[in-house]
């Protein structure tokens, strides 16, 4: 089983930063994605970024691609989601997830995941 928990969330203006984390705790292997989604009002959950726990194999989503940053502190077992340049529409509810990559993983797909944090609500204004 594996645990997260998601922080950092909060009310920014349009172009400020947030960095969001995501503690994991238990059995988290080397081949394991780890992911950043998030979902506003009315709308489907959405792929944001991923990437490897044991590094490589990164993604992001085009609508936060030279804004956003997926990084990890393997010593803490946190990854990160460094947010610049925010704009209103990133307003949303972000989750954290995590799952094995073994076999054909779809990584930007929510339903790939098994494991997901509580989320955390980031709120831009403009």
């Known amino acids: 089983q594996v645990q997260l928990v998601e922080s950092g969330g909060g009310s920014v203006q349009a172009g400020g930063s947030l960095r969001l984390s995501c503690a994991a705790s238990g059995r988290i292997f080397r081949s394991y994605a780890m992911g950043w989604f998030r979902q506003a009002p009315g709308k489907e959950r959405e792929f944001v970024a991923a990437h490897r726990w044991s590094g490589g194999d990164i993604y992001y989503a085009d609508s936060v691609k030279g804004r956003f940053t997926i990084s990890r502190d393997n010593a803490k077992n946190t990854v990160y989601l460094q947010m610049n340049s925010l704009q209103p529409e990133d307003t949303a509810v972000y989750y954290c997830?995590?799952?094995?990559?073994?076999?054909?993983?779809?990584?930007?797909?929510?339903?790939?995941?098994?494991?997901w944090g509580q989320g955390t609500q980031v709120t831009v204004s403009s």
């Open positions: 997830a995590a799952d094995d990559t073994q076999g054909r993983f779809r990584w930007t797909r929510s339903d790939e995941y098994d494991y």
